[in-house]
């Protein structure tokens, strides 16, 4: 719910703008080329292309709307592979890293109108896990990546 607020008032880069030293920013931001609805519509397109799934989608906005909260469009997508999940969901000893599974994606307009891709920043936090679960962390990381770049373009 606290992310929802900071993704209300703007963009995640500012509430992460602050100086981390050598560490990685948690979050990845990257601007879209298309508008709100394009955007989201081309992302799930560019996911499934991808052999991977949306399992779901909330709408923030509209949860929020409904309870008399007016903001820009903010939808979270929970998006999964198999051939990373099964990696991980397959080892007792790695089933605690479900906690960061699925892989969600955020799509959000701001004021001025300009749309954003937000998505935790999987390979800043390779370095605590296990190997297997960090070399899976970086490799689904890279695909959701350019699954974003080609959506957004």
């Given at each position: ?67 008399g909260y007016t903001m820009q469009p903010v939808v979270i997508i929970d998006v999964c592979s198999g051939q ?70």
């Amino acid at each position: 719910m606290i992310l929802t607020v900071f993704l209300a008032m703007g963009s995640v880069a500012t509430v992460f703008a602050h100086d981390h030293g050598q560490q990685p920013d948690p979050v990845i931001v990257q601007p879209s080329e298309r508008g709100f609805a394009e955007t989201v519509s081309a992302f799930k397109d560019e996911v499934s292309q991808a052999g991977w799934s949306v399992l779901n989608v909330n709408n923030m906005a509209g949860v929020l709307s409904s309870r008399g909260y007016t903001m820009q469009p903010v939808v979270i997508i929970d998006v999964c592979s198999g051939q990373y999940s099964a990696r991980i969901l397959s080892e007792d000893a790695y089933r605690p890293v479900s906690a960061f599974m699925p892989c969600r994606v955020s799509i959000y307009k701001t004021a001025d109108g300009t749309v954003f891709f937000s998505r935790m920043n999987a390979g800043a936090f390779g370095s605590m896990m296990d190997p297997e679960v960090a070399e899976v962390m970086e490799q689904s990381d890279a695909e959701i990546s350019e699954i974003i770049d080609r959506a957004r373009r």
